[in-house]
């Protein structure tokens, strides 16, 4: 059974480029998070995903930052015009629709974006 | 609030000692806390996880304690490993399923042979 997927590991952006980062979940979870991590810091979460719904995306800065989850395929985070603050490694995580509570959360190996 | 503290930011203990991370919680409607293992260049991978429904739960060498009054909790390692050396993040998330995790700024843990 395959564990969460993204890619790319690595993706390297020039200022003002845009980045797609995509995340296929574990076989059978139907939730999709996205979290940020900046180097030496823990994970802020980012958004919430079910299948063609956006549950929670309290964490996305307003602008530049968008999200998707289609009926068919990854999850898909876009950041168009990215700036330097934008490095950082960018988590998936997928969780199961269990009775009673989906609580436990599977990360992915991240996708590391570097904005030169 | 929202936010997840933990201490010691690092940590060093020398194999077989018993390395202790501390977290602490201000909502009190959180309801479930997980701690993670990451090492470097890796994602997060669940190690254990409590509810506020018991004190202790422990698998193989990895123990957590939770204090619902002092809203803290705390993951203990016994007989720590070189193998354990990693970042250990605490988390916390509330409400029904779904909810997003808050993490706690991690402890980088170091066990010297």
């Known amino acids: 059974n395959a564990g969460v997927m993204q890619n790319p590991r690595h993706l390297v952006r020039r200022r003002g480029q845009e980045a797609r980062l995509r995340c296929s979940p574990m076989k059978g979870h139907s939730h999709v998070y996205w979290y940020r991590q900046l180097p030496e810091e823990g994970l802020k979460f980012m958004v919430y995903?079910?299948?063609?719904?956006?549950?929670?995306e309290s964490g996305m800065p307003k602008e530049r930052f968008s999200a998707e989850f289609p009926k068919e395929g990854p999850s898909i985070l876009r950041i168009q015009q990215v700036v330097r603050g934008d490095s950082a490694a960018y988590f998936c995580?997928?969780?199961?629709?269990?009775?009673?509570?989906?609580?436990?959360?599977?990360f992915g190996p991240g996708t590391r974006l570097t904005v030169t | 609030q929202q936010q997840v503290k933990q201490s010691p930011q690092s940590l060093i203990v020398q194999k077989g000692g018993i390395s202790i991370i501390n977290c602490a919680y201000e909502?009190?409607?959180?309801?479930?806390f997980p701690w993670y293992q990451q090492f470097p260049g890796k994602g997060p991978a669940l190690l254990i996880a409590?509810?506020?429904?018991?004190s202790e739960k422990k698998e193989g060498r990895f123990t957590i304690s939770f204090n619902k009054s002092a809203k803290q909790f705390s993951l203990h390692i016994m007989d720590s490993q070189p193998g354990d050396s990693a970042t250990y993040f605490c988390?916390?998330?509330?409400?029904?399923?779904?909810?997003?995790?808050?993490f706690g700024p991690g402890t980088r843990l170091s066990v010297l042979p």
């Open positions: 995580a997928s969780s199961p629709r269990l009775a009673g509570g989906a609580y436990e959360q599977y």
């Open positions: 909502n009190t409607a959180f309801d479930y």
């Open positions: 995903l079910q299948k063609e719904n956006i549950i929670d």
């Open positions: 409590i509810r506020p429904d018991v």
């Open positions: 988390a916390a998330s509330m409400g029904n399923y779904g909810q997003n995790f808050v």
